[in-house]
């Protein structure tokens, strides 16, 4: 029989996450994560799927190269190492893959160098993807090893979404343009959404909006991106735990004009300083939640800041699309918190849209409805699952003919 599992890495610039997945039925086998690469203080917690016991181990683990060799030790404990031969590909995430990758690609040395191309405009995410795969490549050289792209579900998005304006030249010389991100993600959930729906994915028009600690909205027309809410880089669009989203480029030419600040400290300011944690000091929603209901007013100001670039993206993407069918909500705030949802939509019923107050505070696992019967359009509560839907493009790409 043809092998039927799958290992997919998320490799960071000091952790990796990995999951085994048996594509038979879709279910998880093992799951883990290795933190702190590089330091003293390195851990891996590595979770048997079958039985949800979980084995932790403490202590330095100098690179990824180490840190693969552990997630190897920890798979080979429960007779799924890498060298399986059950074990038919793994599957890599991809920070960026700029225009050119729009799909799933069995990874050779041309992809590298593509790859390592794309460092300028992704210079903390791609190296560390890099890294983890050369590492697994050198541990398994015979596996097909699948790189799947934060970007390629956006590389459909029509030029006048994805173009900045500005002088066209530059912006080509230096590859300037909205590449969006999260993309496996919102492919995922809008397909989910269809599905929910009853309707196939090229009938249906959804906006996602991945509500996470990193968060972009999508538009997405039958099964297509139109538009999305992250460009460049992830910076851009809306408010996030940590990152501003949209301001006025010149804020930056402000702050190092009149604050005098580096454009690194400004870097960092925007990216980790910004956002919920900028505003209030928390970047937790069920943190700030808990302060709302304490009556804190600064929790206050930014929750209301939070929904209210939330509510442009939605009124934005609706002219975009036209006709909308339906919005998800999904990542850790869009599945969990329900004052968010409501927030987000209250006062768009002149768009169709409603949320049932009883429907929306149910805690739920699956993909739900929580729009009134009968709405002119769904409103859902859709989990995401990024490691499935890796797993899923990289089986379909190699597993089934290995
Ligand atoms: P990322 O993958 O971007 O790190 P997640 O999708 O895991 O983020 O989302 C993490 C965020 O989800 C947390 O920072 C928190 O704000 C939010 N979150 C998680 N659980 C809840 C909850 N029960 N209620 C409200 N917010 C939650």
């Not at 883990?32 to 917690?45: A, C, D, F, N, P």
């Not at 972009?216 to 999305?228: H, K, L, Q």
């Not at 709405?375 to 493009?393: H, K, N, S, Y």
Request: hydrophobic share 40%.
């Amino acid at each position: 029989m043809s092998p039927t599992h799958v290992l997919v890495l998320n490799s960071g610039s000091s952790s990796v996450k990995y999951q085994l997945l048996d594509m038979r039925d879709s279910s998880r086998l093992a799951t883990g994560l290795v933190e702190r690469i590089g330091e003293q203080t390195s851990r891996i917690k590595h979770t048997v799927a079958a039985t949800g016991d979980t084995r932790e181990q403490n202590g330095p683990i100098a690179d990824h190269q180490a840190a693969l060799k552990a997630v190897a030790e920890e798979l080979a404990w429960d007779g799924l190492g890498l060298d399986s031969p059950e074990l038919a590909a793994i599957g890599h995430r991809v920070v960026h893959g700029g225009m050119f990758f729009s799909e799933p690609t069995v990874i050779d040395d041309a992809v590298l160098t593509e790859i390592e191309r794309l460092i300028p405009v992704a210079p903390l995410h791609n190296p560390a993807n890099l890294t983890g795969i050369r590492t697994a490549m050198a541990l398994r050289p015979d596996l097909p090893q699948v790189a799947v792209f934060d970007t390629a579900f956006h590389t459909t998005m029509p030029e006048q979404a994805a173009r900045y304006a500005i002088d066209t030249k530059i912006a080509d010389r230096h590859r300037i343009r909205r590449y969006g991100f999260h993309g496996t993600s919102h492919a995922y959930v809008s397909r989910e959404t269809a599905r929910l729906l009853g309707r196939a994915p090229e009938d249906v028009n959804v906006i996602v909006l991945h509500l996470g600690n990193g968060a972009s909205a999508s538009a997405v027309r039958g099964g297509r991106c139109v538009d999305t809410s992250m460009g460049l880089t992830p910076l851009e669009g809306l408010v996030m735990g940590t990152r501003s989203g949209d301001l006025d480029p010149a804020v930056i030419f402000h702050l190092e004009r009149v604050g005098g600040m580096s454009m690194d400290e400004i870097d960092t300011l925007l990216n980790k300083r910004s956002g919920l944690f900028g505003l209030c000091g928390d970047n937790d929603m069920r943190e700030i939640q808990r302060r709302i209901d304490e009556g804190d007013a600064q929790a206050r100001l930014a929750f209301d800041i939070y929904i209210h670039r939330l509510k442009k993206y939605i009124g934005a993407y609706y002219a975009v699309l036209g006709r909308v069918d339906a919005i998800a909500f999904t990542a850790g705030v869009g599945e969990n918190a329900a004052p968010v949802r409501e927030a987000a939509v209250a006062g768009l019923e002149g768009l169709g849209l409603a949320v049932d107050g009883d429907l929306n505070a149910v805690r739920g696992d699956g993909p739900r409805l929580i729009s009134p019967a009968g709405a002119r359009v769904a409103v859902a509560v859709v989990p995401t699952d990024e490691e499935l839907e890796i797993a899923t493009q990289t089986y379909a790409l190699v597993g089934k003919g290995s």
